[in-house]
C-alpha cells in the first residue's frame, strides 16, 4: 500500500486516505495480534506523511498529534435517508415501547435498559414500559440471562436480527429508540453511530450516552443519559417522551426534515470536497518538479 502510495505522489496525484473511527490503536490491539499490530502502527506515520488529508471521525481534538492536527478533516457518519422508511406513529395507550436496533456488543450498554426497567417496575407504576431487543451479538447471551435473573421476560423481547419490513413494523409499534448506552466502557466519550442517525430518519426519538457532533444538547428529539453504568431512569425518559409529543407533535416529520439536510452523504462529504477543490487548484499552480 504504501508502495502505491508513493507512486501517486510522484504523479502529483491528490490522496486522501479515511479512518472510520478515531482513536483506532485500542480496538487494533484488541483485534490483530502482536505482529498484525506492531505494522499497523508503523505504517501508519509513514502513511500520514504521504497523504494530504484524512477523513476521520473523532471526538477530542486534543488527542491527535501535529501531523493529525494538519491533515484531518472532521467528518461524521452519514445516512441516505430515501433509503429508510419514515416512522408510522400508533395511537397512544397506556403502554410504551423501547426499541434497539444494533449487534449486541457490551458497549452498547442494552444491560442498562433491562436493570432500568428492573429499577421501574420494583414503583408498581401505572403505564407498562416493554423493551424490543433487535440483533443478535456478542453479548446478547449475557442480556437474556440478565433478563431471566430479574424475571422480567414479560417485558423483555429479544427479536433477533430483522431487516427491511420485518424491521419496519417492530419500529412502527415503538415509541423511544436506544443508541449505544456503553461507550465510556471503551474509554470513549463519543462518536458517530449509524443508528442514531437512522433513528433519526425514521423520527423516532432516542436515547444516548455520549457526544454527537450532530445532534446539539439543544435538539429536542434526543435525550441524554449518564456516561456510566447507572441503570436507565424510566421514569424520568417517559417523562422526557410525554413533553416531546406535547411540544412537538409532527416530531417524525421534523426529525426527518433534519436527517435529510443534514445527515446525509451530501451534507457530510461537503469539507472533503472544498478540500478537493483546494488542492485541486494548488496543484494547477505548482506542477510536478
Given at each position: 500500500?504504501?508502495?502505491?502510495?508513493?507512486?501517486?505522489?510522484?504523479?502529483?496525484?491528490?490522496?486522501?486516505?479515511?479512518i472510520?473511527?478515531?482513536?483506532?490503536?485500542?480496538?487494533?490491539?484488541?483485534?490483530?495480534?502482536?505482529?498484525?499490530?506492531?505494522?499497523?502502527?508503523?505504517?501508519?506515520?509513514?502513511?500520514?506523511?504521504l497523504?494530504?488529508?484524512?477523513?476521520?471521525?473523532?471526538?477530542?481534538?486534543?488527542?491527535?498529534?501535529?501531523?493529525?492536527?494538519?491533515?484531518?478533516?472532521?467528518?461524521?457518519?452519514?445516512?441516505?435517508?430515501?433509503?429508510?422508511?419514515?416512522?408510522?406513529?400508533?395511537?397512544?395507550?397506556?403502554?410504551i415501547?423501547?426499541?434497539?436496533?444494533?449487534?449486541?456488543?457490551?458497549?452498547?450498554?442494552?444491560?442498562?435498559?433491562?436493570?432500568?426497567?428492573?429499577?421501574?417496575?420494583?414503583?408498581?407504576?401505572?403505564?407498562?414500559?416493554?423493551?424490543?431487543?433487535?440483533?443478535?451479538?456478542?453479548?446478547?447471551?449475557?442480556?437474556?440471562?440478565?433478563v431471566r435473573?430479574?424475571?422480567?421476560?414479560?417485558?423483555?423481547?429479544?427479536?433477533?436480527?430483522?431487516?427491511?419490513?420485518?424491521?419496519?413494523?417492530?419500529?412502527?409499534?415503538?415509541?423511544?429508540?436506544?443508541?449505544?448506552?456503553?461507550?465510556?466502557?471503551?474509554?470513549?466519550?463519543?462518536?458517530?453511530?449509524?443508528?442514531?442517525?437512522?433513528?433519526?430518519?425514521?423520527?423516532?426519538?432516542?436515547?444516548?450516552?455520549?457526544?454527537?457532533?450532530?445532534?446539539?444538547?439543544?435538539?429536542?428529539?434526543?435525550?441524554?443519559?449518564?456516561?456510566?453504568?447507572?441503570?436507565?431512569?424510566?421514569?424520568?425518559v417517559i417523562?422526557?417522551?410525554?413533553?416531546?409529543?406535547?411540544?412537538?407533535p409532527?416530531?417524525?416529520?421534523?426529525?426527518?426534515?433534519?436527517?435529510?439536510?443534514?445527515?446525509?452523504?451530501?451534507?457530510?462529504?461537503?469539507?472533503?470536497?472544498?478540500?478537493?477543490?483546494?488542492?485541486?487548484?494548488?496543484?494547477?499552480?505548482?506542477?510536478?518538479?
Amino acid at each position: 500500500m504504501l508502495n502505491a502510495l508513493k507512486k501517486l505522489r510522484e504523479e502529483n496525484k491528490i490522496i486522501f486516505y479515511e479512518i472510520p473511527t478515531f482513536p483506532w490503536k485500542e480496538e487494533a490491539k484488541k483485534n490483530f495480534n502482536k505482529i498484525s499490530y506492531c505494522m499497523d502502527v508503523l505504517s501508519y506515520g509513514k502513511l500520514l506523511k504521504l497523504v494530504d488529508y484524512v477523513p476521520a471521525i473523532y471526538n477530542d481534538s486534543a488527542t491527535l498529534s501535529k501531523i493529525e492536527k494538519k491533515k484531518f478533516i472532521k467528518i461524521s457518519n452519514g445516512i441516505s435517508a430515501k433509503n429508510i422508511k419514515l416512522k408510522r406513529n400508533k395511537k397512544n395507550d397506556n403502554t410504551i415501547n423501547f426499541v434497539s436496533v444494533a449487534f449486541t456488543a457490551k458497549w452498547h450498554g442494552y444491560d442498562r435498559i433491562i436493570k432500568g426497567l428492573y429499577e421501574y417496575y420494583k414503583t408498581n407504576p401505572e403505564k407498562e414500559i416493554y423493551y424490543h431487543c433487535v440483533g443478535e451479538g456478542s453479548d446478547l447471551e449475557n442480556l437474556k440471562t440478565l433478563v431471566r435473573e430479574l424475571s422480567l421476560e414479560k417485558y423483555v423481547i429479544f427479536h433477533g436480527t430483522k431487516t427491511g419490513e420485518d424491521l419496519d413494523k417492530v419500529v412502527d409499534e415503538c415509541d423511544i429508540a436506544f443508541g449505544s448506552l456503553g461507550f465510556h466502557r471503551t474509554g470513549l466519550t463519543g462518536g458517530s453511530p449509524l443508528k442514531a442517525r437512522e433513528y433519526c430518519a425514521r423520527g423516532i426519538p432516542f436515547v444516548i450516552a455520549s457526544d454527537d457532533q450532530d445532534f446539539s444538547e439543544t435538539f429536542p428529539f434526543v435525550y441524554r443519559i449518564p456516561k456510566d453504568d447507572t441503570p436507565v431512569d424510566v421514569s424520568q425518559v417517559i417523562k422526557w417522551y410525554e413533553n416531546l409529543i406535547k411540544e412537538h407533535p409532527n416530531y417524525s416529520i421534523e426529525m426527518r426534515k433534519y436527517a435529510e439536510e443534514n445527515l446525509s452523504w451530501d451534507a457530510k462529504m461537503k469539507p472533503v470536497i472544498e478540500k478537493i477543490k483546494e488542492l485541486g487548484k494548488l496543484k494547477e499552480r505548482k506542477p510536478n518538479t
